[in-house]
């Protein structure tokens, strides 16, 4: 069993999945287009302004009845034969296929851990919570960020380790700020990773704002994460090559317990 366990620990490595398509990001440049001498189709093509244009993703189910979440999209623009033609991403899910002895004791139906499920998707700027009974919403973010990964309580009845798995919070890694200053909010950002409540609220970041998160492990055994990140040791926003990546640990199970491993 031990050596089942190690070798799944070693599959589950996410966060960089190669299916997983190129953030672009998007501008925080404030200029009007008079300013810096471009057209407003050219504008929109550079999406050069705060002020952006979103398309909601399909509404993703919870394990909650009570709150449904709803992707918030940047509508993004690309010139084909003279025109603009207009898109935007869409919900696209992480998945695990290692589920240990496939039995109704270790089965997390193919969710990316017990009991969350993790989603993603091309230009994802917010997500925005719906409470069903009260009819209210609210964004996680009050501005637009650029999310790589958020995790959110499965609606699948999982089980780990002969015990149900059921959630209670959000989980979301995103580039927040333009941290290197070059005017942009897109992958060469510091790339945080923040802790939401069930009813949508930020209880702050899981891992020190001063890192950058690279790649996560998760350990069934423990129903720990383990979150691989670089220090941005100069403090210029950006991380180079030689920094240290250090390891942290989160306890899923109360994610206000974690810390420093490595």
Request: neutral net charge.
């Amino acid at each position: 069993m031990k050596k089942l366990l190690s070798c799944f620990c070693i599959l589950v490595l996410f966060s960089q999945c190669s299916s997983e398509p190129k953030q672009k990001g998007f501008s925080v440049h404030t200029e009007s287009p008079e300013e810096s001498g471009e057209t407003e189709e050219q504008k929109g093509l550079n999406s050069d302004s705060l002020n952006l244009d979103t398309r909601p993703g399909g509404v993703l189910i919870s394990g909650y009845p009570q709150y449904r979440l709803i992707p918030i999209y940047l509508l993004n623009a690309e010139a084909y034969r003279g025109k603009l033609k207009y898109f935007s991403g869409s919900n696209a899910f992480h998945h695990s296929y290692g589920t240990i002895g496939r039995n109704d004791s270790n089965n997390w139906h193919s969710n990316y851990m017990p009991g969350f499920t993790a989603m993603y998707g091309y230009n994802l700027l917010n997500i925005q919570l719906h409470d069903v009974h009260t009819k209210g919403s609210h964004a996680f973010f009050e501005n637009p960020v650029l999310i790589k990964t958020v995790y959110f309580p499965a609606f699948s009845k999982d089980t780990l380790n002969g015990r149900a798995v059921k959630r209670d919070y959000y989980m979301v890694s995103a580039y927040n700020e333009d941290s290197n200053q070059d005017q942009y909010i897109n992958s060469s950002d510091l790339r945080r990773f923040f802790l939401f409540d069930l009813h949508g609220k930020s209880l702050g970041p899981l891992i020190p704002l001063n890192y950058s998160v690279r790649s996560s492990q998760y350990d069934p055994a423990n129903d720990y994460m383990y979150v691989y990140a670089a220090e941005d040791e100069d403090n210029n926003g950006r991380i180079e090559a030689k920094e240290k990546v250090k390891v942290f640990w989160i306890d899923l199970n109360n994610p206000k317990l974690r810390g420093l491993m490595f």
